[in-house]
């Protein structure tokens, strides 16, 4: 199945979805963050030190006056700077295109089943700037399977998972990571939908070439279909 076919069927199917954080992304304390080129205040930013950038996402937030930060998809980000090499080889364009939605808020907060699902696969991908503790989870809706990715992820209960677990729309299965163990990210949840996972297990790109868009696009549709956040909207 095609990410355009997959969008449709969640569109038909929105109010089947459950929330993936016990936090509401509607309210007027979340605000979409920026982090092109087209921030100026990314420009002289440290990225490689961690506590200097969560002390920027803190930063962005309290400008919106906001307590959580959403955005990201298939937007042409400059922060994966701070980690070259990690998303192929150096010596090529380094991968910036975003194929999930991050949602920047407080490690710890639980992570939850948007439908019934079982884990397909999980991995700790222990690099700086990678995702840490990483769950995919493969859904059944209407008939059709496609699968759901959970980044930047707490070492907490990890190990209490495993491939083939049933879960229930709802139940939280993991909580955001805080850095170091998160690959060393400011606390966040990067949350990706793939209509096809192209034999990957506990892993799978969340960023890639821009001159790539329309083959990931294909693979990838907006995670805000199950979101459903209107910051994201706008």
């Known amino acids: 199945m095609s990410a355009s076919s997959l969008a449709e069927l969640l569109r038909r199917h929105a109010a089947d979805f459950g929330p993936v954080l016990p936090v509401d992304l509607n309210a007027a304390d979340v605000a979409r963050l920026d982090f092109t080129a087209a921030n100026p205040r990314l420009a002289t930013a440290d990225l490689r030190d961690t506590v ?62 948007p439908l019934p699902a079982t884990v397909h696969s999980l991995a700790d991908n222990d690099n700086f700037g990678d995702y840490g503790p990483t769950v995919i989870l493969q859904h059944e809706l209407a008939g059709v399977t496609f699968y759901s990715l959970y980044g930047h992820l707490s070492r907490a209960g ?11 729309k709802g139940q939280a299965f993991a909580t955001v990571g805080p850095w170091p163990e998160n690959g060393d990210w400011p606390p966040h949840l990067h949350f990706q939908l793939m209509a096809d996972l192209q034999g990957r297990r506990g892993d799978f790109p969340g960023v890639a070439l821009p001159e790539e868009r329309d083959y990931w696009a294909a693979l990838c549709p907006d995670p805000n279909l199950v979101l459903q956040s209107r910051v994201l909207q706008k």
Do not use: C, K, M
């Not at 959403?70 to 922060?79: A, D, H, P, Q, T």
């Not at 998303?87 to 939850?112: I, K």
């Not at 990890?158 to 229930?168: K, N």
């Open 52 to 113: 200097a950038f969560d002390q920027l996402v803190q930063e962005l937030l309290r400008a919106r006056h906001a307590r959580i930060g959403v955005g990201g998809y298939l937007e042409n980000r400059v922060i994966y700077r701070r980690s070259p090499g990690l998303f192929g080889d150096p010596a090529v364009p380094a991968r910036s295109l975003h194929l999930g939605v991050d949602v920047w808020l407080p490690a710890g907060t639980p992570v939850l089943a």
């Open 158 to 168: 990890f190990g209490d998972l495993q491939a083939g677990l049933p879960l229930e």
